[in-house]
DNA sequence: TCCAATCCTGACCATATGGTCAAGAGAAGC
DNA sequence: GCTTCTCTTGACCATATGGTCAGGATTGGA
């Protein structure tokens, strides 16, 4: 919101305007769709004209692009908390925690990513078959040490990322139906911790890893 | 797909016409948004002319409005199967059953509820603060109930609500992403009966009702 | 101060899209 | 057969949109 106190250098102002830029995109991408998305939306959201727009980002496709390759990069670090944890309770509890609090902070981010999955991914299809394949191999097979050493019950690992993904992403995406379920008030941050607890305990529960 | 072996009534035609034209833009709102939908594309999915589809609806947005509230219909009518029942075990677990089904069979009218929602219920906002709410507070209170009886173990009837949700809907709208980190095949029956298995497993075993 | 590189932007263009319309085809009732 | 109503559709229009471009402003360095 401040302005900044000194001269920015050449490429700062490069990194500041695509930031602002992406920033603006994320959110208009996730409010109206790609296709319902028009350049002049984001240049105005973004206070810059449209032609602005294109000397950074050379078509609507390249910006779209960028926005989802962002996101993903934030998806996949969001499970490091998994990784070091001991057994099923510590490393899936932290995980719902990271996921739950990107949905809080990356509302948008979470649209755009499922308004891409859903239309059939066309931008980021190669992420999927690459990164988001090995990721999900190795989260199985951590999981499936964790059954075969007893600590939780044996569910399918695989069934059970689908169901962190989607419970945890559900109050991003539908944040809107939630609101209005909430009386038309967003979660307050009590709220956001019960649905944490609550998301928590039936999982975990559900797994028998408490 | 057979053609009718009587001549059709002038009503019937209407009614064929427009359920045509309704199965045509429930799939190309849900692969391309509403944003990216065009009237052609749809036409072309039906097989008409593009004016013809402006007989039976006036407007794109009127076209989408029917989608949206048809789809409405069959989801509130989904829960008909947990209100029959004596307690949790088989009354959410007839309700995911019922849920997941749909997903399976409905995946396109799944993903456009869903960027509808996405997008802040542009067109059903009505029937959120309506239908839907009072869909909701019928089965929280059902829930309690269960609850109360000692059926179950005290979770947030609305947290468990969204999971459920969650998790059977994204069978539906997250199928591309499911589909790829299955090798790029969609799931068999037997693996759908695995995935309803599962869901059903760690949801019942996490509140309490097995 | 001068130069070169980067950044900015109003005006413009080709195209795609939602929607209209008038004329015609086909069926139902008399 | 004649009339009336519904249905069909190619041609057309106004507008919105992604993208271009030429020229100007600004900045950093020599």
Redesign the interface.
Known sequence: MTAPDRTPRRTDIRRERETLILSAAEKVF????????TMQLIADMAGLPKANLHYYFATKEELYRRVVRDIFEIWLHAADSMDAATGPAEGIGAYIDAKMEISRLHPHGS?VW??E?????PVI?DY??TS??DW?QGRVALIQRWIDEGKM?P??P???L??L???T???A??G???E??NG?KPLTDRQWQ??KA??K????????AI
């Open positions: 996730a409010e109206a769709g790609y296709g319902g998305a649209k499922a308004s999955v859903m239309h059939g991914a299809q999927l078959e988001l394949r999900t019950a569910v399918d695989s069934h059970l689908y169901m993904w989607a419970t992403q559900h109050y995406d539908f809107h139906q939630i209005t379920l038309g019960a649905a609550s998301v305990a039936i999982i975990l529960r559900g797994i028998g």
